[in-house]
C-alpha cells in the first residue's frame, strides 16, 4: 500500500488489518463494473437495449405477427395501391399507411414495454411478512394453510392472494404470470403474438393495436377486393392479401369486440374467464372496480395516467446498504448481486431475491416510459441484436443470438463468493420443504395456460 | 479505545429492524398505505407526526393516479401522437412521483433522520410498502 493511505487507515481503524487485499473484502475497492438491474432480474423475461425493451421469453409467434403484418401491407402497397390510387383516389394509399404506421406503433409499444410487473420482496420484506404470517397462523409447520388475506373493497369482499415466488400478497387483480415468471398488475392475459404478458401498464397500446388492427385489416380486405372487382380478370398479385384478411377480420374484430366489452365493464380477461364478478356467483356479486358507468370505465382504462414501471431496469445494482443485527428467526442470504434466474429456484431458493436495496435513490436515468423512437426500432436500429423477420421457433431453448440477459450458467461467481460487506454472519432460513413456487401457484398456472390457448385462437 | 470496530460501525449506525408499512386496498387498487401507527415506532416519534406524513403521501399518490380533465387530455394527447409524446414528455405520474420523493426527503431531513428513522421511497419498494429502518439508539440514557 501507498504510504499516505496506509496511515489514514491507522487513524481511524487501528485494529483492521490493512493488509486484506482481496476485492470481496474490501467494498470500497469496486473491481467489478457496475450492472444494471435488468441483468439481475429474477424473472424469464428478455431484455434488449440495454434494458429499455422487455419481452417474454418465447418470442417466435410475435416474429410471425410482424412478418404476416409486414407481408401483407407490403402486398397492398405493391400491388393494389397503385391501381387504387390511379382509378379510385390517393387517400386510399395514404390512409393505409397512416394506419399500417399506428398498427405497428401500438404492436411494438405493447410488446417492448413493461405490463407492470411487480418486483418481488426484498429478503427483509420477505422475513417480515413470514413473522407476520407466523404469527396469524400460530404454527411453523412444513405445509402452512394456502396464504390468503381478506378485504372488503367497495362492500365487496376480495382474497389476497400469497405469490410464493414472489414472496408478496398480491394485490387485487394482479397475477402471476407461470411463464414469464413475474406478479404482473391487473393482469389481463400472456398474449404470444404481441411476444409480453398484458397488463395494466400496456393493456391500452394492447386495445389500440387490435382495434387498429381490425380497421387495417377490414380496410385491406375491403380495397382488394374492390381491386379484384375493377379488375376482373386480371390476377392481382394480392391473393394471399385476401386470405390472410379473411382469416384475420373474423378473430382480429371479434377480439376487439370483447375487450371493447371488457373495458367498458372493468374486467380483466382473467376476471371474465374465472367469472370473478359474474352474478351466478351469488346474487351479491358484483365488480367493485367498475365505476358503474361504461364512459368512465373506458376513459380510466385508456387514458388515465400511465403508471411508472416499478422494476427500474436500467439503473444500477447498488452494493449492500446496512446490514440488519441477526434477528430472531434467521434471514436470507443477501448481496445477491449475482441473482439465480428462477428456475434455479429449486436449487437455492433464496438466491433468486435481488440484492437488498439500500436507502440510497438510484440515479437511472429511465423513467416510466421505456421505449425509444419507433423510427429507430427497424433495422439497423441501435438494436441490432433484433433479427427482424428470422422468427424463432417457439419450442427451442432461447436463441442465444437474441438475449443479453445472463442465464445461470453464465453467471460467474458461486453462490458460497457473496461479498457481504457485513461482518455479521448470515443464516439461510429453511424454506425448501415447503418452498415449491409450481404447485403452489398452479391454480394460477391453469389459469393463465387457459388464457394463452384462449387468445392464441 | 481498544475497540474493534468494523469499517460499517464507524461509518453510520447498525440497522437496529425494519418496518414495513403495508398498502391499503380496501379503496381499490390505487396507491395508499395504511396509516396505523406501528408499535415498533412508539418509543421513537408521535403518532401525530407519522399519521400526518402517511395522509400526505397518500394524497400525493391520490393526485398522481387521479382521472381528471388534465390527465385525459394526456391521455388522449398521447394516443393521437400513437405514445411518441412520452419520448419529449414526461407523465403526469411520474411528475408526481418527483414531487414525492422530493417530499420523503425532506421528512427524512426535518422529521426521522434526527429520532434515527429512515423512510425509503415506496417506488423503490415497487410501491408494495413504505420501509422504515430504525438504527440503533446511540445515545446516552434511555432510547429517546
Redesign the interface.
Known sequence: FPPGKASMREC?????STRSSTPMET?YKKRTPKRKKWEAFPGRNKFYCDGRIMMAKQTGVFYLTLVLILVTCGLFFTFDCPFLAQELTPIIPVLGGALF??VL??LL?TSFSDPGV??R??P??AA??ERQIDVANGTTGYRPPPRTKE????GQT?K?KYCFTCK??R???ASHCSLCDNCV??FDHHCPWVGNCVGRRNY??FY?FILSLSFLTIFIFAFVITHIILKYFKPAGCKWAVVVCFFSVWSIVGLSGFHTYLISSNQTTNEDIKGSWSSKRGKDNYN??SSGNIFTNC??A???????S???RRGFIEADA????P?TNGITMYGATHSQQSHMAAATPLLQQQSS?P?I??SSPE???S????ASLTLGGPCTSLPLGQPTPPTSTPSLTLHHYLTPEEVPSPPGMLHC???LGHSHTVQASFYNPASQDSLHEDSVRGLVKLSSV | M???????D?Q???????V?I??D?????ICKFQTKFPSELESRMDKQQFEETMQTLNNLYAE????GGK??L???L??LT???V??CM?????KV?KKI?RYIKDQNEKIYAPRGL?L??P???????V?I?I??DRSIGSGR
Do not use: W
Open positions: 481511524e481503524y487501528s485494529q483492521i467494498p404506421l399506428f406503433g401500438t409499444r411487480l418486483p420482496a426484498t427483509d420484506e417480515d411478512l378485504v372488503v373493497i367497495n376480495v389476497l408478496i400478497f394485490p387485487p387483480r398488475e391487473r391500452r397500446f389500440m367493485p372496480y376513459c380510466m385508456l387514458c388515465g395516467p400511465l403508471p411508472p416499478l422494476i427500474d446496512p446490514q440488519m443485527a434477528p436495496e436507502v435513490i438510484t423513467n416510466g416510459t421505449l425509444p423512437a419507433r460487506g457485513s461482518p | 481498544a475497540e474493534t470496530h468494523s469499517l460499517q464507524l453510520q449506525p447498525a440497522v437496529s429492524s425494519k414495513f403495508q398498502r386496498y380496501s379503496s381499490g387498487t398522481a393516479e387521479k382521472l390527465s385525459y394526456e391521455g388522449c398521447a394516443c400513437a405514445y411518441t412520452f419520448l414526461e407523465t403526469h405520474y411520474e412521483l420523493a429512515l425509503t421511497d417506488i423503490e419498494r415497487g410501491l408494495r410498502v420501509e429502518t438504527f440503533e
